[in-house]
T-cell receptor, first 117, second 115 residues
Framework: AQTVTQSQPEMSVQEAETVTLSCTYD???????LFWYKQPPSRQMILVIR??????QNATENRFSVNFQKAAKSFSLKISDSQLGDAAMYFC??????????????FGTGTLLAVQP | KAGVTQTPRYLIKTRGQQVTLSCSPI?????VSWYQQTPGQGLQFLFE???????NKGNFPGRFSGRQFSNSRSEMNVSTLELGDSALYLC??????????????FGPGTRLTVL
C-alpha cells in the first residue's frame, strides 16, 4: 500500500521570503501522480500543483514549484515570495495511475504554514 | 460556474442515529469522491462514484454507504453513528477524465458531531 509522509507539522515564514515544505512517499508503482493541496482556514481545499511521475521536469505554477526526486521518493513544495494569503494547511497527496480509473487520493498528515508580516 | 456545494454544513447527531450528507458537484462533473477528515486519522478516502456507479471504495465499515444520482449529485449515509464518526466530511468533484489533467474540486465540507 502507498503511504505519504509529511514530517513538518508546522512551518513559519516571513512575508516575501521563501519556504519549502517536505513530503516523502512510499510506493512500488512506477507511474503515479503527486499533488499539493492547500486548505485555508475556511476549509475549502484547492489544488496548488501536480506532478506526473514519468515527467522528469519539475512542475511550476507561478510562485509555487516542486522538487521531485523520484528515486528518493521525495516531493517538496517551494513557495517563493510568500504572501499572507499563503497561510494554510498544505497536504501532499498521491494518486495511482494503475487499478483502473479512480480519483482516490492518499494524503499526508499536512503541514500548517504560518506567514508572518 | 458554481462550486461544489455540500449540505448541511453542520450537523449534530447522537450515537446510534443515522445521517445523510449531500454533495452537489460542479455542473458537468461526473465523478464525486468522499473523504473523512479527523485530527487523529487525517484525510481518508471513503468512496468514489462515477456516472452513478461506485468505482472505488476505501477501508471503512459497511455502515458508510453512498450513492450517486443521474444528475451526478451524491449522498453518503452513515448508519448507527459512533462517537468516532465525528469528523469533517469532504466531497470532491471532477470531470473524471485522465489524471494528468483531471482536477478534483473540493466542497467546504459537512462538520458532523456525534454526541
Amino acid at each position: 500500500a502507498q503511504t505519504v509522509t509529511q514530517s513538518q507539522p508546522e512551518m513559519s515564514v516571513q512575508e516575501a521570503e521563501t519556504v519549502t515544505l517536505s513530503c516523502t512517499y512510499d510506493t512500488s508503482e512506477s507511474d503515479y501522480y503527486l499533488f499539493w493541496y492547500k486548505q485555508p482556514p475556511s476549509r475549502q481545499m484547492i489544488l496548488v500543483i501536480r506532478q506526473e511521475a514519468y515527467k522528469q521536469q519539475n512542475a511550476t505554477e507561478n510562485r509555487f514549484s516542486v522538487n521531485f526526486q523520484k528515486a528518493a521518493k521525495s516531493f517538496s513544495l517551494k513557495i517563493s515570495d510568500s504572501q499572507l494569503g499563503d497561510a494554510a494547511m498544505y497536504f501532499c497527496a498521491y494518486r495511482s495511475a494503475y487499478g483502473g480509473a479512480t480519483n482516490k487520493l492518499i494524503f499526508g498528515t499536512g503541514t500548517l504554514l504560518a506567514v508572518q508580516p | 460556474k458554481a462550486g461544489v456545494t455540500q449540505t448541511p454544513r453542520y450537523l449534530i447527531k447522537t450515537r446510534g442515529q443515522q445521517v445523510t450528507l449531500s454533495c452537489s458537484p460542479i455542473s458537468g462533473h461526473r465523478s464525486v469522491s468522499w473523504y473523512q477528515q479527523t485530527p487523529g486519522q487525517g484525510l481518508q478516502f471513503l468512496f468514489e462514484y462515477f456516472s452513478e456507479t461506485q468505482r472505488n471504495k476505501g477501508n471503512f465499515p459497511g455502515r458508510f454507504s453512498g450513492r450517486q444520482f443521474s444528475n451526478s449529485r451524491s449522498e453518503m449515509n452513515v448508519s448507527t453513528l459512533e462517537l468516532g464518526d465525528s469528523a469533517l466530511y469532504l466531497c470532491a468533484s471532477s470531470l473524471g477524465g485522465h489524471p494528468s489533467t483531471d482536477t478534483q474540486y473540493f466542497g467546504p465540507g459537512t462538520r458532523l458531531t456525534v454526541l
